[in-house]
């Protein structure tokens, strides 16, 4: 099947490159220019991917992997093209968290409240005059390092965080929300949805956002997550937030994969926001889990068909692997990893590789050796899934023992709180 795989940053690298060893014909758009070199030698790039429509004609499959294309999605399922990955509302239910919240209430979700501010200067005109902890996050794509969730009662912290993103990015900062902080347990709900209906069971994951062990350290997309499917319909994650979008997603013609993150505590729930489009590295640790093929699995849900997904049952875990200047890509930095080489202390498997998902990377056909490919220090993740959260972490960390990146860096400790407190925690509330 042809396929055209359009990225605006790569996010789903893992998967453009499984639909290719799948033994599909895929060709690549990427938009961001620094990502743009990246799975060179690993898929066939193109430079515009409309020229490609022909190409991929209505028989093959459009995947979009990321925000930002949801206009262009809909006009082309509306051309008779199969495409998967989102729409313009689907954009605009994750971009705008003050759209998103207000789906959720008409669907009859319960939500955090949220404030809206047009600059950082209100906020923090707001927060001297209200206790907190106070959450900050801003709308969009736009700077994610600037989220952050104050500890003190008078938003010292916050205030601080506020006054120095003012002081230092006036141009750019755009639209901010302040979220009460709510204690308890983070925890999302996903699951595939084909226009119609919902496809294959509901995914339950654990995110890991803060750079360091322990969840210490500043906020990144993600260094790690722990993952498992539910084929129980009255599950109560499930029930209490996205089975409640159903009417909503068939009302917008939503194809694709989306997630709403959770804060529960308790018999409480609190849904934060949704993702709605392939997540990472959710879409790759599904890799990992999914025993169908993608291709086949994709092509249904773009065409609003039924789809019995095979999958693996247990646990699954995912790890970043990243260097310097990684989380900070912006900052000015002299160290840069473009170009040095993914060793392997021993040749990996073929079923081993499988585990490998390789981001900002490509590959030398004459020297047979992956390199990185870009500046930015996201390189690669590495996945493993077991009957138990445990076992998941020894086939991961065993894996990620086995590569060398000079500088590199990951979190040792992805689903360990999971199995000391959270999973009995969570059973104790019924939500798992």
């Known amino acids: 099947m042809n396929v055209l795989f359009v990225s605006k940053d790569l996010a789903g690298a893992g998967l453009c ?8 014909d895929v060709r690549l758009f990427i938009d961001d220019i620094y990502q743009k070199q990246n799975l060179d030698g690993m898929v066939e790039k193109t430079q515009d991917w409309k020229k490609e429509l022909n190409w991929v004609g209505k028989e093959g499959l459009i995947v979009f992997d990321s925000c930002g294309y949801g206009k262009e999605q809909d006009a082309l399922r509306k051309k008779g093209f199969s495409v998967v990955g989102g729409n313009e509302f ?6 705008d968290r003050q759209y998103g919240h207000k789906i959720f209430s008409v669907c009859g979700i319960d939500i955090v409240p949220t404030i809206n501010f047009c600059n950082t200067r209100e906020a923090i005109a707001f927060v001297m005059k209200n206790e907190g902890p106070w959450v900050i996050k801003q709308n969009g794509h736009t700077n994610k390092s600037f989220n952050y969730v104050g500890h003190f009662k008078d938003n010292r912290d916050v205030i601080e965080v506020l006054m120095n993103y003012d002081k230092n990015n006036k141009e750019e900062c755009g ?16 699951r595939y949805f084909n226009g119609k209906k919902w496809v294959g069971p509901i995914e339950i994951n654990v995110e890991h956002k803060n750079l360091f062990n322990h969840d210490l350290g500043p906020k990144t997309d993600e260094m790690g997550t722990l993952m498992w499917y539910d084929d129980n319909e009255k599950n109560q994650l499930f029930t209490s937030t996205l089975a409640k979008l159903e009417s909503y997603l068939r009302k917008i013609d939503f194809r694709g994969d989306i997630d709403i993150n959770c804060i529960v505590n308790g018999n409480e729930i609190f849904p934060l926001e949704a993702t709605a489009r392939f997540g990472c590295p959710s879409t790759q640790l599904q890799c990992e889990i999914h025993t169908s093929p993608w291709g086949d699995f994709l092509k249904a849900i773009a065409d609003g068909k039924s789809y019995d997904l095979k999958y693996k049952k247990g646990f699954a875990i995912i790890a970043l692997i990243a260097t310097p200047p ?41 020297t047979e050796d992956f390199y990185i490919s870009s500046k930015k220090g996201y390189i690669l993740h590495v996945s493993g899934m077991g009957d138990t959260v445990g076992e998941a972490r020894k086939k991961t960390y065993k894996l990620i023992d086995n590569i060398v990146v000079p500088k590199m860096f990951y979190r040792t400790d992805v689903g360990s709180r999971f199995i ?10 019924g939500w798992v």
């Not at 689907?90 to 971009?95: I, V």
């Not at 912006?330 to 990893?337: C, L, S």
């Open 326 to 366: 990684f989380p900070y890509d912006g900052a000015m930095n002299k160290y840069y990893p473009e170009g040095i080489k993914v060793l392997f202390k021993k040749k990996l498997k073929e079923a081993e590789l499988e585990s490998v998902h390789f981001e900002e990377v490509s590959f030398d056909a004459k």
């Open 175 to 190: 639209s901010i929300d302040l979220q009460r902080k709510i204690d308890g347990i983070e925890i999302g709900v996903g």
């Open 420 to 429: 000391k407190r959270d999973c009995a925690r969570l059973k104790k509330w």
């Open 17 to 24: 490159y499984k639909l290719k060893k799948e033994g599909h």
């Open 90 to 95: 689907a954009d605009k239910l994750e971009h």
